[in-house]
């Protein structure tokens, strides 16, 4: 058709901003997250309840954003999630005590988790119709969004409260929705030419077989987020416990790990081209278990800092690749399902590397991620030699 390639570069675009808007707002209020604890009086124990809220509300909304998605279109959906993001992240500095934070941290989880469900779905729509592995560019644009806005909230700490920081990205936010809402708005959903529906039409009553994949795709997916939920809770604090590094050198732990995954992700589509899924699958989850026994049990600073870096490349292409196939498999209804196990992981990381930190050690804990990956890396084997039978019957 004259024009539908421009039409899906106008697509692409749209939603690698929707995709950076994302990480860059949800970064900006992790990191007031002290200045906020200090407001509300809250203890530790109670602003991790607190916080629990994101997950939940997150995790809870995201079967419904599947059927919202079916029913109204990727599109709409990712543009209204938008909104609301934009204006819950100006919520949190509003409140006084813990449970009116968690509160509203239900509400902005709620916009985190439909807005993740939707411009994955439509992303999903999106590779398809390109013919291209693309989709870990979109994460990229996430990864670096968030680096952005962890950045720049770091500089106006000081001089800015949290709330005009955070009712600054709510600004930001609305601004940026308005600029590439229109894009979403104007344009259908692609649809690849050998398929007579689109994804939004895939049966909701899916076959075991369809189901079950659906299921494994989400199980590699939450043993990639697991790992990303404990380096970001866990990974400065063995540095500075264990290896008895300076606080500014753990902090350069993370920031290893985030910037690998992101340059990860920026070359995931060459390497899934050059590879294949099931091969860019086992490759990414055993490097990461390799880097994340390097990260946890090496006996000095330097070597540890290049064990998460590792950990970073290896994860970085696991998620996007197990949503897309999920999605290609179950449309919405299997992004979201794929994404709920996913943040599940991410949500069990943390406080299951703090309870087996106290049985036996925070290094030992923390190879939980490299088993976990090796086991990513295992069933991705077993998926893709699964399939090859399949097509050869």
């Known amino acids: 058709m004259p024009g539908h390639s421009s039409s899906l570069t106008r697509l692409r675009i749209a939603l690698t901003v929707f995709f950076a808007l994302d990480g860059f707002v949800f970064a900006g209020w992790v990191v007031r997250i002290p200045a906020i604890k200090a407001q509300t009086g809250a203890s530790a124990g109670t602003l991790g309840l607190a916080l629990l809220g994101v997950s939940a509300g997150a995790v809870v909304t995201m079967t419904l954003t599947g059927r919202l998605c079916r029913r109204y279109g990727n599109h709409r959906v990712t543009v209204v999630c938008a909104v609301l993001l934009s204006l819950g992240v100006a919520l949190p500095p509003l409140t006084h005590s813990a449970l009116a934070l968690g509160l509203v941290l239900l509400l902005f989880g709620a916009a985190y988790g439909g807005i993740n469900v939707a411009f994955n779905s439509a992303a999903v729509e999106l590779v398809a119709a390109l013919r291209r592995p693309v989709m870990p560019s979109f994460h990229a644009a996430f990864s670096l969004g968030g680096m952005v806005g962890a950045g720049l909230g770091a500089l106006v700490a000081g001089s800015l409260s949290p709330t005009r920081h955070l009712l600054l990205l709510t600004v930001a936010g609305l601004l940026v929705t308005a600029a590439a809402g229109p894009t979403l708005l104007r344009h259908e959903p692609p649809v690849p030419p050998e398929r007579e529906r689109p994804v939004e039409d895939v049966p909701r009553r899916l076959d075991r077989r369809t189901r079950g994949l659906v299921l494994v795709f989400g199980l590699i997916a939450g043993c990639t987020a697991y790992g990303e939920g404990a380096l970001a809770d866990w990974g400065a604090l063995h540095l500075e416990q264990d290896l008895h590094a300076s606080a500014g050198a753990a902090a350069v732990g993370y920031s290893c790990f985030a910037l690998a995954m992101t340059v990860g ?26 880097g994340m026994l390097l990260g946890s049990l090496a006996p000095s600073l330097w070597a540890a800092l290049l064990g998460y870096a590792i950990t970073g490349i290896g994860l970085a ?9 999920a999605g290609a498999l179950a449309g919405p209804g299997g992004v979201a399902t794929a994404s709920t196990l996913g943040y599940g992981g991410m949500l069990l990381g943390p406080p299951a590397i703090g309870f087996m930190a106290d049985w036996f050690t925070l290094p030992a804990a923390l190879t939980s991620v490299a088993v976990l990956s090796a086991a990513a890396a295992a069933v991705g084997a077993l998926v893709g030699s699964a399939a090859r039978r399949a097509d050869g019957s």
Request: avoid cysteine; glycine fraction near 12%; proline fraction near 3%.
């Open 265 to 290: 992700r920026l070359t995931g589509t060459m390497l899934l081209e050059r590879l294949g899924r099931t091969r860019t699958v086992v490759a990414g989850g055993t490097t990461a278990a390799a």
């Open 317 to 325: 292409n696991l998620f996007p690749v197990a949503v897309e196939r």
